[in-house]
């Protein structure tokens, strides 16, 4: 059987087959996948998906991998839970949220983008995986080479959080520290990429790794009941997920597994490094790039590879951007831990902040159905908001003494 | 003053396989210009219909995008390295004889 995917210039329109490429040799622009959704219209059924395994394989015939390739990660399908306590505090009865802050195997999304880019790695006869990394890419890498059996170079900036980094070690990969930031060891890799025959996740393989974030959108349509939302919220740092979504739910639509519906996207930053709402907010048609400084160091790219169609997307589907500043998405943490029981890393603070601030300028409309992704774990991220939270001294284990150290809270408490 | 400008695989079909050329020009612009003059295959995948350089292209000078340093007006010193890089660039070197090993042993 012919396959039923091949690489397509998204500028020119040059179809360049399957290979380990990300851009037009005519153009330089990127390439993407493209399918023959008539091939697949046959097997892509809402009974197969039912039929196949809890997570993100069910999806494979929409999925850029080798014919009967078999993951053998089961990643994705991870929780999409109605958000009634944090809907209550925003004013909005109908806010879900999409947690891949609960991902196999590395909690975040990420583990979706490497368990496609492995396949093709695969494919392509590649030893050697590697990627440029704000941290979960890392974690994602490492995590699924070892299990894959490829050795890993990761490549990251050298300020990042002490879990994210400790996490990509433990999985034995080869860890390389840049002094720079995301930009510049993006930069480099492209130039490492051009030298060493490796497989490099979002880059060179970078076509085929993006595919694995439309399962975000796949899985959002199915747990709510083969339908989709009004609204997508969804966090932004290359601008690739967002796009992808989108990419999904035109997909279902065209296959007639959903109803038709105008989805409007909307993007979310740090303020702190905000190339992509920017752009938004100032009608530009390019993003201008910046210098990220942030706590939400997995959203810091000041030059984003898909900024200009995550823009592009954003204003097609009548939606809109914001950002929030640094104390806004530790807020942002404390608010959905608080109310859902969610612990989700800073880019989850951004998410919720700037739901929050949509719903507040009344880009949302409260009465719509709004899903915000949720895409990475709080405990990567604790130096962000280990400082707003104090110890008290350790008691002695008597009743008396806790009796007292009680009366002692309960009294502080009234006093304030 | 002379630069150094490096050229991406992807873009030497158009040089003669020459990956760093050598160029006396003082702006972006004009360094374009030279490029072109020396390579003129080169002129339609570095810039577009309307004669700009093409989105996904990046260019870099001693590590730093351009963009940071002022663009067009940017005036190139003594010695400085110039990158051009697509925005997503990377790999894609046909598969070495003897498949795709470890370039790293």
Known sequence: MAEHYQLKCRECGKLWGNQARSFCDECLSPLEVVYDLDAIRPVFTRKNIEAGPTNLWRYSALLPLPEDYIGSIPTGFTPLVQ??????????????????????????????VVATALAAARRFGFKVVSCSSTGNLANAVAAQAAREGFDAWIFIPADLE??????????GAKLVRIAGNYDQVN?????????????????????????????????????????????IVCPMAGGSLITKIKKAFNELIALGLVEEKKVKFFGAQATGCSPISDAVKRKLEQFEPQKPATIARSLAIGNPADGFYATRAIRESGGWAEDVSDPQIVKGIQLLA?????????????????????????????????VACITGNGLKTIDAISAEYTLTPAIEPRLTVFENFINDRMAAVAGN | MKITVEIPSALRRFTDGVQTIECT???????LGEIEQRFPAISKHLRDDSGQVRRFVNIYVNEEDIRFLGGNSYKFHEGDRVLVVPSIAGGAPAAPAGGLENACG
């Open chain 1, 83 to 112: 958000a009634r306590r944090l809907g209550k505090q925003l004013g909005t009865t109908n806010l879900y949220l999409k947690n891949d802050a609960v991902c196999f195997p590395t909690l975040s999304f990420k583990d979706r």
């Open chain 1, 162 to 171: 002490a879990a994210k980094v400790t996490g990509t070690q433990v999985f």
């Open chain 1, 187 to 231: 930069r480099l890799c492209s130039q490492i990429a051009e030298k060493f025959q490796w497989g490099f996740v979002n880059v060179n393989l970078r076509p085929y790794y993006a595919e694995g974030s439309k399962t975000v959108g796949y899985e959002i349509a199915e747990q709510l009941g083969w339908r989709l939302p009004d609204n």
């Open chain 1, 338 to 370: 608080e109310t859902e029981g969610i612990f989700t890393e800073t880019a989850g603070g951004v998410t919720t902040g700037v739901t929050q601030k949509l719903l507040e300028q009344g880009y949302i409309n409260p009465s719509e159905t709004t």
């Open chain 2, 25 to 31: 020009s003082e702006t972006l612009p004009d360094l």
